[in-house]
């Protein structure tokens, strides 16, 4: 069962270089998520889309753009890497529905570690 | 606002109970949640709790849960070394959003 699959597992990249981190899933789910993991802050949304064709920005956007290529798969690009992008990147599915705390276990891929230096 | 709070960082002998707190402020989020992470890996969803129950158990997790000082807390029986790991609770939010907390990193001693 490959549930969520997350690309590439590592990456280190130059200030202002561009990536694209791919993202999975074989759930047939709804909703995917993208999440960064920074020390002493948990884990903090960035874009998510609740359907196919649909995104929506989190809590922490600024610098990220994600496409919903279709329903299994969603990308998150970053177009100019800056060192504070330095992060541990989940990307994060879930049957979810439009209600609001639907139950839905979310599940999440193995991570991503980017590193901008 | 949305916000989940935990302790960074708990200690507890291998045989012994170990209890996790969380707190959060949205009284709307429908379910909570507790997810464990081991060190290079990814999220493993541990337990869920639905906001109108008080306790939930599971072997030896139980998860107790004050809806009016919006507090969750997680209790695991007879701590054994593989407990080692960092514990993040998380609420619920609309389209299937989690808020987590930082995380608790729990050590487990012999």
């Known amino acids: 069962n490959a549930g969520v699959t997350q690309t590439p597992k590592f990456q280190v990249l130059k200030t202002g270089q561009s990536m694209t981190l791919q993202c999975a899933q074989d759930?047939?789910?709804?909703?995917m998520y993208w999440y960064r993991q920074d020390p002493g802050m948990g884990l903090r949304l960035i874009y998510y889309s609740a359907s196919e064709g649909t995104t929506d920005k989190g809590e922490v956007p600024n610098g990220y753009n994600v496409s919903r290529l279709n329903k299994r798969e969603f990308s998150l690009r970053l177009e100019s890497a800056a060192p504070s992008q330095t992060s541990v990147y989940f990307c994060a599915s879930s049957g979810g529905s439009l209600d609001r705390g639907s139950g839905n276990t979310i599940y999440f891929g193995e991570g991503s570690w980017l590193t901008v230096v | 606002g949305e916000d989940v709070e935990q302790s960074l960082f708990l200690s507890v002998r291998e045989g012994d109970s170990s209890v996790i707190n969380c707190t959060y402020t949205d009284s709307s989020s429908t379910y909570l949640y507790w997810y464990k992470q081991e060190p290079g890996a990814g999220l493993q969803l541990l337990t869920y709790i639905f906001s109108n129950m008080d306790m939930k158990q599971d072997q030896r997790l139980t998860v107790l849960l004050n809806k009016k000082d919006k507090h969750l807390s997680l209790r695991i029986a007879d701590t054994q070394t593989g407990d080692s790991a960092i514990y993040f609770c998380?609420?619920?939010?609309?389209?299937?959003?989690?808020?987590f907390g930082t995380g608790t990193r729990l050590q487990v001693f012999p």
């Open positions: 998380a609420e619920s939010m609309k389209y299937g959003k989690l808020i």
């Open positions: 759930m047939n789910h709804n909703s």
